[in-house]
């Protein structure tokens, strides 16, 4: 698939990284499906899914999952594929296995592709801030989102009416 003059270096790529969020320090570690550069050196990360559902083109935007592979870029996660060097962020991809492009992109002959832009302001920083803020004072109350539709355990939620009267 033409990657608009990017090229691969690196497939499974494992990191570990330290990021600061705000008063807290917090470690990702985890794998990249794709790590891709441009002619300028600069990084993608793209990552391949597999599920039915894509998410939103706004949603796309602010995905964290996206942002924190950009982050962990940022801090050096993909330093050792760039012959040590510290290449800038270039966005992130989402790409749907089981869904087709739209026709302009090639159609249902390759898969959707959802691009992130790097991530621009403190969202990603406030976003690990306020889930390691949660872990560390064992705080975690449930919120109702998009999410609720595809959950097997709805039914026993405490932030959706069927649920609350399993847990009060």
Do not use: N
Not at 5 to 24: I, K, Q
């Amino acid at each position: 698939m033409e990657r608009g003059g990017r090229t691969p270096v690196a497939t499974e790529h494992s990191f570990d990284v330290t990021l600061e969020a705000d008063v807290y320090k917090v470690r990702i570690r985890g794998s990249m499906d794709r790590v891709e550069t441009d002619a300028q050196g600069r990084a993608y990360v793209v990552d391949f899914k597999t599920g039915k559902q894509a998410v939103t083109r706004g949603d796309v935007e602010h995905h964290p999952q996206l942002a924190v592979y950009q982050l962990a870029v940022r801090e050096g996660a993909v330093d050792d594929v760039f012959d040590g060097g510290r290449p800038e962020p270039g966005g992130a991809e989402l790409v749907q296995l089981r869904q087709g492009a739209a026709k302009k992109d090639g159609g249902d002959d390759v898969p959707k592709v959802q691009a992130q832009e790097p991530p621009d302001g403190e969202w990603v920083g406030q976003l690990l801030a306020t889930a390691a803020g949660r872990v560390l004072d064992e705080r975690f109350t449930p919120s109702t989102g998009d999410h609720c539709e595809r959950c097997a355990f709805r039914g026993a939620c405490s932030a959706r009416a069927e649920g609350r009267h399993v847990v009060e």
